[in-house]
């Protein structure tokens, strides 16, 4: 169940009830794509930095270990320890991004795992499967991620595509949750809305898919090379089509200006690998933009990363010695960095959720976007 506690313009404060614990929103989810957040970070530490709801891959745990072995084990949640919701993408995008080893038909695609070069099959009932032997809080339909620039008439048909294929992930779903073996007969799930930058096919995709009463909605294929400017076009003109009673999910997406200028717009889940893969490579993100700690002007500088963080990493250690162990290509200074940007991404979370319960949201927007731009 998903409710509203406050709404300050089109910007939405509100909790989704699950199985696995109530989920504030609007809420970053920490990518784990493999059941693992790249650079180090243990469940332990997820719940120390304040995150929510980890999400993994679908597509990835099927190939390696798979789904079935972490079913035999109890599910994704006690294979990882993680007692928190989790969040499988469907694996629709991986499809997408191996577009030279995929063939795309009615009753799924068919493609080659980038591992062995093993022939697999997915279509919707083989990715619902897949993540109820994974047993996650929330499943994604199964979509077809569409390239961008795509022509109008290709987008179109890919999109009523999609929404025959989701049509058989409700119903494949519903069956899975029925059966009295079942990994998490309460799983959850998100439909997928498409339609690339053409927003007459985004909208009535969003009407026709509204109409399936799911858990949630989310926006696909956005954050794949069109301007923010785009995206943030298709955002106006799509989100009002969408239950406002249900959660928004916008896919992929993204920086912190992305994440504020989003939830303006009445998103409420977000998810983005940069704030992981950025600090593996020495970049940190401040209340003062974004920072590269290779950079010799940290040589010597005692301060935290961001003088203004409580996060374990700020409170013990500084600016100096965390380059000194990324150029040293000690594996701790990837990790602090991470452990960082994921401390501070659930942390403006939070800001976010207070200042649209206190009506203020316009102005901690303004105030903290003029913080990251250095003024």
């Known amino acids: 169940m998903y409710r509203i506690i406050a709404q300050d313009g089109r910007a939405k404060r509100g909790e989704l009830h699950t199985v696995h614990g109530v989920i504030q929103t609007p809420v970053f989810m920490n990518v784990g794509t493999v059941g693992a957040i790249k650079g180090a ?31 035999k084990l109890g599910g994704l949640h006690k294979f990882m320890n993680w007692e928190r919701p989790i969040l499988t993408d469907s694996g629709g995008f991986q499809v997408f991004s191996l577009a030279g080893l995929r063939k795309i038909k009615e009753e799924g695609v068919y493609f080659h795992s980038h591992i062995d070069g093993k022939k697999i099959f997915m279509g919707p009932e083989e990715s619902m499967q897949i993540q109820s032997n994974l047993g996650s809080t929330i499943a994604m339909a199964f979509d077809e991620c569409i390239p961008n620039p795509s022509d109008w008439e290709y987008v179109h048909n890919s999109v009523e595509r999609t929404t025959r294929w989701l049509v058989r992930c409700k119903e494949e779903l519903q069956r899975l949750n029925t059966l009295p073996d079942t990994v998490n007969p309460h799983q959850m799930l998100f439909g997928i ?12 995709h969003a009407d026709i898919i509204s109409e399936l009463d799911l858990d ?58 940069y704030p992981s893969r950025n600090g593996r490579h020495g970049h940190v993100y401040t209340n003062r933009g974004k920072l590269n700690l290779f950079n010799q002007q940290y040589e010597a500088d005692a301060r935290p990363i961001d003088e203004t963080c409580q996060c374990p990493v700020c409170t013990h250690y500084s600016r100096a010695y965390i380059r000194h162990l990324l150029k040293a290509k000690e594996m701790l200074g990837m990790r602090f960095c991470v452990l960082h940007n994921l401390y501070f991404y659930n942390t403006m979370m939070e800001e976010i959720r207070e200042a649209i319960e206190e009506h203020r949201y316009q102005d901690y927007k303004k105030a903290k976007l003029r913080g990251f731009a250095g003024e």
């Open 41 to 71: 970070v243990s469940t332990m530490d997820l719940y120390e930095i304040k995150t929510q709801v980890e999400l993994s891959n679908t597509y990835h745990l099927h190939v390696r270990p798979g789904d079935q072995l972490i079913r």
């Open 193 to 204: 809305n498409q339609g690339s930058t053409y927003t007459d096919i985004r909208t009535e």
């Open 216 to 273: 949630g909605y989310a926006i696909g294929g956005l954050a794949v090379g069109e301007t923010h400017e785009e995206m943030y076009a298709v955002l106006d003109a799509t989100v009002p089509h969408l239950p406002l009673a249900k959660p928004t999910y916008l896919m992929g997406v993204g920086t912190p200006a992305n994440i504020l200028e989003a939830v303006d717009r009445g998103v409420d889940f977000f998810d983005c690998v």
